[in-house]
């Protein structure tokens, strides 16, 4: 019913940058929150950003000051800017959305996820 699909992933050296982006498409009526998780290898999913259709922005302390998270609530396309990039920010990165369908019905949902590895 609703698709989340990520790019923008890749290798970069520490100290560098990443753009990630995520489109949401399907049986969309709106989408309320929007946001960016991430998995290490060995590790739980853990929260990186969200925004909310109001524009409400909130992020894990980890990545505070180095990270942007930005939205078009048109498009239905969430961004995840990523600078001053450290090895630890290595993981693969999840698109989450809270997706009101076009029935009414609400749908949480997650993108196939997109790797991004910080080494030199």
């Known amino acids: 019913q609703v698709q989340l699909a990520e790019s923008g992933g890749g290798l970069v050296q520490p100290g560098g940058s990443l753009r990630l982006s995520c489109a949401a498409s399907?049986?969309?009526?709106?989408?309320?929150?929007m946001g960016w998780y991430r998995q290490a290898p060995g590790k739980e999913r853990e929260f990186v950003a969200s925004i909310t259709s109001g524009g409400n922005l909130n992020y894990a302390d980890s990545v505070k000051g180095r990270f942007t998270i930005s939205r078009d609530n048109a498009k239905n396309m969430v961004w995840l800017q990523m600078n001053s990039l450290k090895p630890e920010d290595t993981a693969v990165y999840f698109c989450?959305?809270?997706?009101?369908?076009?029935?009414?019905?609400?749908?949480?949902?997650w993108g196939q996820g997109t790797l991004v590895t910080v080494s030199s």
């Open positions: 989450n959305a809270d997706v009101k369908l076009k029935t009414l019905w609400p749908l949480n949902t």
């Open positions: 399907g049986s969309i009526f709106s989408i309320n929150t």
